[in-house]
Structure formats: structure tokens, C-alpha cells
């Protein structure tokens, strides 16, 4: 419990430098030749015009809105940012969001201001604010893009819920909050109580404690030396 409140101590403190840390919070726009915005995939000079966009494999987003768990939100964030992972921040709609526990956080970008094409790691965190993100038909677009690609997402606690309402998890098991049972059943996956689950790229899990786990998950498959899309 200890170290869980001091990371989100830490987690808090942070957020006050949310526009050092995050390339996409104040910057303009430029765009590579690639059609890629530059302050997407920082720092800039990892692509360029002789670069193509599909073989920078860990370009990462996160996708949130009110109500995302702030700890799974800030932990995810400065993680990912810490291991080297170029970070984006947006939502289904740019501006300021309120996270379950009240931290703010601007997103600057919405989900139709960018393409899933440009990413390679797709986040959703948990928190009551994934519910919202189910129903939003860009997420849905954005999770079956993942999917149909062989990419890599993660999908803590309730953030499997965007994942089962995009309607991909037919043959695939997935852990998740224990009332996502029956939709999981219904939309023709296999639900685990597990604590996290692992099926292909697809990274699960049925707990808030185990988020750092999830991290080192999404870490362990972004770098894998064999092709990080199969």
C-alpha cells in the first residue's frame, strides 16, 4: 500500500511538468513528408522522409477521457515515456479531462485528429471513463485497426471494455473486471479471472494493482527482437 501511494505521490507530482513530459501538449503541428505530424513521434529526428512510418515500431497512444483512472493514466504515461516510447495523448474529443480521482489532464489531440495507422501501441487505460470509450465509435475503429493489424494493445481492468465492444474478441481469451463476463461469453471470447492475461497482443487484466505487470507486458512485446507484429 506504501508503494502504491507513493507512486501516485510521484504520479501527481509529474503531472505538473504534463507539457515538458508530453511532446503533443503545447506544440504546433508540422507535418514529415510521411503525413505523420513531427510531435507525434518524438524526438523528431526518429523519422524522417527516408523512414517509413510502418517500421518505427513503438510509437505509442493512449487514449483517454473523463473518468480514466488516474493512476493508470500518469503510471502508463511517464512508464512509457521512461523506457523511451514516443507518447500521445488524445481522446474523443481535445481539451481537458477529468480523471476519476480529479486530476486534470489536457489532451490535445481528438481520436478523428490523428489515424491509428500512425501508432504502434494502443493503451486504453481503466477507470469508469472506459465505459465511455466503449460506445465511442472512433475507439471502436481504432481497436479493430489494432486488431486486424496484429498490433499491440493493452486494455487494464475496465479498458477491456472498448476492446469487447469493438467486436474483435471472438476465439480470443481476455481477463477483465468479473461483470464483463457475460459480454465477453456473448461476443464469442473466453473470460479468465486472471490477474493479467496475455493473448497474443492483446494484454488484459482483471485488477488495479497489477498495473505495473501490464506495463512490463507491453514493454516485453514492444521489444521483442523477432517481428514486434506477429
Known amino acids: 500500500m506504501r508503494s502504491a501511494v507513493a507512486a501516485?505521490?510521484?504520479?501527481?507530482?509529474?503531472?505538473?511538468?504534463?507539457a515538458d513530459a508530453n511532446p503533443t501538449?503545447?506544440?504546433p503541428v508540422p507535418s514529415a513528408s510521411n503525413g505523420i505530424p513531427m510531435n507525434l513521434v518524438a524526438p523528431p529526428?526518429?523519422?524522417g522522409p527516408a523512414r517509413e512510418p510502418a517500421i518505427h515500431p513503438?510509437?505509442?497512444?493512449?487514449?483517454?477521457?473523463?473518468?480514466?483512472s488516474d493512476f493508470d493514466l500518469l503510471y502508463l504515461w511517464y512508464r512509457m515515456a521512461e523506457e523511451g516510447f514516443p507518447v500521445?495523448?488524445?481522446?474523443?474529443?481535445?481539451?481537458?479531462?477529468?480523471c476519476e480521482n480529479g486530476t486534470t489532464v489536457d489532451l490535445r489531440f481528438s481520436l478523428t485528429q490523428i489515424e491509428p495507422e500512425w501508432f504502434d501501441v494502443l493503451i486504453i487505460p481503466g477507470g469508469p471513463g472506459a465505459l465511455t470509450l466503449a460506445g465511442d465509435d472512433d475507439m471502436k475503429r481504432y481497436v479493430r485497426h489494432f486488431i486486424e493489424q496484429?498490433?499491440?494493445?493493452?486494455?487494464?481492468?475496465?479498458?477491456?471494455?472498448?476492446?469487447?465492444?469493438?467486436?474483435?474478441i471472438t476465439g480470443r481469451?481476455?481477463?477483465?473486471?468479473?461483470?464483463?463476463?457475460?459480454?465477453?461469453?456473448?461476443?464469442g471470447g473466453t473470460y479468465v479471472a486472471q490477474e493479467i492475461r496475455v493473448d497474443r497482443r492483446l494484454i488484459t487484466s482483471s485488477k488495479r494493482n497489477v498495473i505495473g505487470r501490464v506495463t512490463r507486458e507491453i514493454v516485453r512485446l514492444a521489444l521483442r527482437e523477432n517481428d514486434p507484429r506477429k
Open 8 to 18: 501516485i505521490v510521484v504520479a501527481g507530482a509529474l503531472v505538473g511538468r504534463a
Open 25 to 27: 501538449a503545447t506544440q
Open 45 to 47: 529526428d526518429a523519422i
Open 58 to 68: 513503438h510509437r505509442v497512444l493512449i487514449v483517454a477521457t473523463n473518468g480514466t
Open 88 to 98: 500521445t495523448l488524445a481522446g474523443p474529443t481535445a481539451g481537458t479531462i477529468q
Open 150 to 168: 496484429r498490433k499491440l494493445i493493452a486494455a487494464p481492468e475496465h479498458g477491456v471494455r472498448a476492446v469487447i465492444e469493438a467486436d474483435v
Open 173 to 187: 481469451i481476455v481477463a477483465g473486471p468479473t461483470e464483463v463476463q457475460a459480454d465477453v461469453a456473448k461476443r
